[in-house]
């Protein structure tokens, strides 16, 4: 598999080999529950502790205890939109997000409308940014929450963030952000950004599975959604993941140190693909903002030819790519993200999501331009809606 | 640390190498989404399948698909009694436990009380089995949900799960056993015990931590505590963490091959260190059922000295064991474990937990048997409470 061009990366990514070094120990020969008195326990506390402020020096906390571990950015999703609206019931019961939040955020929202609560949606234009008239129209006293994701996972688009959070802020609610496919690719600051409460995953910075992290800004109404024995601060119980921990920890120290230069040459790389594809293959266009987005994210879509297809071929060619977001893939539904853009059902599903990452190679992007023309040309000539100039 | 006698196995446990090894491969070369298409996914959507078949086999499930993969016990515990009981809410608001549940049954069900149901807590006997005619008196058409656990983790009692089974489904509740100690230990067989839903650690039983289990009987009335993209079959989303799957799969398979073997040689260890540790350190106790009881389990209370006091000592020489339940031992609180069993709250604070594993040492038992009579005498000559001919 040494020769596959791997463009899948908003839907998984290998580990970072310096994070699988820092995680063996764990599965070898240190154990011990950090809650224990005894001296294994106190060294495992440490290394929690230890990891814990490399998350939060990642994203700028002011204190380390503000980053709570949970299993994954799904479960801290969950938890903070569940745990920042039950927690503010008394306030008012107005929740507002964009149309074009991850599927994990979008149906926390579903299970809170069931519950009491009202969910304004406010829209994005056709580069994905939102529309910040919509929100200050919609953010009143009765709004308790406000969750607009820091970078859209699937056309890569960066929102005003700083902007969204004084809007937010005028109106005492409190702004979550999904910073998932984000953190560990461009700065975020939660400070200076403005952010209260916020997703924070680990693989997709290259650090293992089945750990994340919840950012809960000091003073934020928060409650837990898993109990038991009160670990990280009474936020999230069960007994702590240390080996993953350790694991986030180091991605969050390399991505600290590293963002800058992955970035640049991950950009590099993209760029290049982007406008090969897109002056090789005709009728195709760029989804998403031009510059305003991802150093890591290429969406674009093709028309006449779908993006299934086009997935399926380019993997019989050693070359993995996505028609969106993995998540959600289950559904044929074209992408809610792409439809709230205003781009047409039939043309949505013409989309490629290409995604880069650190382990991406110098001609990765070369591979792919080289083959697509011939694909994308050959699956139009079996579709039966593809105007005869473009078969 | 080579020469340290570990008796702490219920606090935490290092991963078996085998584990390690069938993992290292998800943190090097193995990637891709589950729910991806391409090859890369559909490999990893193998392996994990594999590893779901693998925890159905150790226990005995009927369909793979009734293992549902969480990150852990505790939230697989929050997730069947918050699912089964807000499922069930048309039937009824009635919900029955055990007094001597884990804390993270405890607080998942006083979360439940403040959501509108009502919980009976049941007794247990002085070896801390349930009261059955208690649980027949309890148990009415309003009842959605009993929730007792397979075995204690404090003092290894283990309950008549067929019986209370019986029980429990004479008025068509839902029965739930946190099995977290028993999986992997002493054979549990979700079928013939007559278990609706059950929760199943990892790290328990040598897997990685960061994972576990939910088992959902077909049929069972059951909702999902953390939503998104569906995965698990809709019942637990979030990127899958295959790493983990396929070790705690791998444990599984272990522990199905191994327990026999493993629980003989464990006990004899233990009843030679019991045997010794109740006939030479005077007024000592064995607390839980003298053989009903989890094969690695040694939970014994000294009067006239506290327990956190004997565990520092031991911990200066090397030797590991804990006051009880890691997970509840910020608070100082006497275990509630042995309060229902209706041991004095002085004498409760006195216990020691020893709780052997796969890697205990055939003299480990004995190490631990050498040096308590000289600690436990040690400690009752600076006690203020002990009597003059325990000095």
């Known amino acids: 598999m040494s020769e596959v061009v791997y463009l899948d990366y908003a839907s998984s990514s290998r580990v970072d080999p310096r994070v699988a070094e820092a995680m063996l120990p764990y599965f070898k020969e240190l154990y011990g529950n950090p809650s ?50 039950f927690r503010s019931r008394e306030k008012g019961n107005h929740i507002v997000a964009s149309k074009i939040e991850h599927i994990s955020v979008l149906n926390t929202l579903k299970y809170l409308s069931k519950s009491g609560f009202e969910v304004t949606y406010l829209p994005v234009d056709s580069t994905g940014i939102l529309d910040l008239e919509a929100l200050k129209a919609s953010v009143t006293d009765k709004t308790v929450l406000v969750t607009v994701g820091y970078a859209n996972n699937e056309v890569g688009t960066i929102q005003p963030v700083k902007e969204i959070a004084e809007i937010v802020h005028s109106k005492r609610a409190l702004f979550h952000s999904d910073a998932t496919p984000a953190v560990g690719k461009i ?41 038991g024995g009160g670990q990280e601060f009474g936020m999230r119980s069960g007994t702590e ?23 640049e040459r991950i950009a590099a790389i993209r760029d290049k693909m982007v406008s090969r594809i897109l002056s090789e293959v005709p009728y195709s266009f760029l989804n998403g903002h031009p510059t305003k987005r991802l150093p890591n994210n290429a969406s674009i879509r093709f028309n006449y030819v779908e993006g299934e297809s086009m997935v399926l071929t380019l993997d019989m060619e050693g070359i993995i790519v996505s028609s969106g977001s993995a998540c959600s893939s289950k559904t044929l539904e074209p992408s809610h993200v792409l439809i709230a853009m205003g781009i047409p059902h039939v043309e949505a599903q013409g989309s490629l999501l290409m995604a880069l990452g650190r382990f991406s190679k110098p001609d990765d992007g070369d591979r792919v331009a080289d083959v697509l023309p011939r694909i994308v040309k050959g699956l139009r000539q079996m579709s039966p809606i593809a105007p005869p100039e473009v078969r």
């Open 36 to 85: 224990s008195p005894h001296a294994l326990g106190t060294r495992m506390k440490g290394a929690l502790e230890e990891s814990r402020a490399k998350v939060a020096w990642l994203i700028n906390a002011e204190k380390p205890s503000e980053v709570i571990f949970t299993s994954g950015a799904t479960e801290s999703t969950n938890m903070l939109l569940r745990g920042a609206a």
């Open 187 to 227: 700065p975020v600051d939660a400070q200076k950004d403005g952010i209260d409460i916020m997703t924070i995953s680990s693989w997709d910075m290259y650090g293992p599975y089945g750990i994340g992290a919840a950012y809960v800004k000091k003073g934020s109404r928060m409650e837990p959604l898993i109990l």
């Open 241 to 263: 993941n240390v080996a993953g921990a350790v694991g986030m920890g180091k991605a969050s120290e390399l991505a600290k140190l590293e963002m800058a230069g992955d970035a």
